[in-house]
């Protein structure tokens, strides 16, 4: 990604800052499948009237439960909680960078999952407003950099968009990795590089 993020310079982040908590660990779930010769990834529009990141487009997922056994686990929870994706539904194929958030000092681990087409999405009233199924070669020709204002502040930012949706965010950033890693070739196996990529 280029270098205009939020926030335009470090000042804006306090919690960034010398003494700031310890980041929270967090993960996602980037679900896709393969259906009439087009892969799709599944993301989420958040609800318009939450307090944190409202009506934004992001993947399922939340902070690690003391619970989870890893946060592999945490990943496959909160697509369960978010947007009904069974976990045996869904099979692991690898896991992307961790990307941090600015604002509200998270590190996310996404891992990348395999699904099957046409399940049928069970959304959480609280969290999510709907479910998007978005062409990857789509998403893929949708970059760009857009202008936005957040807290005042108007800044640009690296950005996907595809139709009337627009992905930037730590989600943009998960994005990119996923398609630095993913084949252009609509006939290749759905498949991440072996090993884990370096952060």
């Known amino acids: 990604m280029s270098a205009y993020t939020w926030p335009p310079d470090p000042s804006a982040a306090p919690r960034l800052t010398a003494g700031a908590a310890d980041p929270v660990a967090s993960a996602v779930l980037v679900p896709l499948y393969r259906a009439d010769g087009a892969t799709r990834v599944v993301l989420t529009r958040r609800r318009s009237d939450l307090r944190r990141h409202a009506g934004e487009i992001s993947f399922p997922g939340g902070r690690h439960d003391p619970g989870d056994a890893d946060l592999a686990e945490t990943a496959l929870r909160e697509a369960e909680e978010e947007i009904g994706l069974p976990r045996s539904q869904a099979r692991l194929i690898g896991e992307l960078p961790a990307t941090s958030t600015f604002a509200t000092n998270y590190v996310i681990h ?3 999952a395999t699904i099957p087409p046409g399940i049928a999405w069970e959304l959480s009233p609280k969290e999510v407003d709907a479910v998007l199924e978005l062409p990857l070669a789509s998403v893929r020709s949708g970059r760009t950099i857009t202008t936005l204002e957040r807290r005042g502040i108007t800044f640009q930012t690296d950005a996907y968009v595809v139709d009337e949706h627009l992905v930037w965010g730590a989600t943009a ?10 084949s252009d070739d609509p006939e290749a196996p759905l498949a991440l590089p072996a090993g884990r990529t370096e952060h």
């Open 110 to 112: 996404p891992f990348v």
């Open 173 to 182: 950033r998960i994005i990119e990795h996923l398609l630095a890693r993913l």
